[in-house]
């Protein structure tokens, strides 16, 4: 029985490289979504203010995500009341997001806003790694993730004197 174990845990290991390999060209993606809205979002913030701006953003894609839900069945989990409140936190973190966004990428453009964010994304989630925060599984910073950041931060650096 421990070698029928072994090979399954052997067999799901290629399904999970798979899985990896077909989710980061989807994430990388949403990125470049990320740099379009900034695009969008710096200009539309200027003529209609930043925070009309956030909301047409979030109405918008509250609105798109409404149909989502309500052709795609019922959904599994917990209903909203029964989660943790801390787990709402990111209801709050969004908007702020797209405030900044906003607000800087008209005055510092949109790659450095971009690279700035993205700096602060990496360098957060090597930490919520590492501590194994929000129930994630710990990853310990090592050598290859300092070198990481070190590049995020000359990354920052040149686009800055750029």
Known sequence: MQASAV???AQARPKKNLSRLLLLPL?????MGLSVEAGLL??????????WATLSI??????ILYLLLLFSGP?????L???????????FLGPIYVVVLTLATPHIGI???MIAILSGQVGKSVLIDHFGWFGTARKRVNGERWIALALMVVALVLIARG
Do not use: C, D, N, Y
């Open 7 to 9: 090979e399954g845990v």
């Open 111 to 113: 790659a450095m806003t």
């Open 58 to 63: 979030f109405g918008v894609g509250s609105a």
């Open 81 to 91: 009341s029964e989660l943790p409140r801390w787990q709402l936190i990111g209801g």
């Open 42 to 51: 710096g200009p539309l913030g200027v003529q209609v203010g930043h925070l």
């Open 75 to 79: 959904q599994k989990g917990p209903a």
């Open 27 to 31: 994430v990388i993606l949403a990125g």
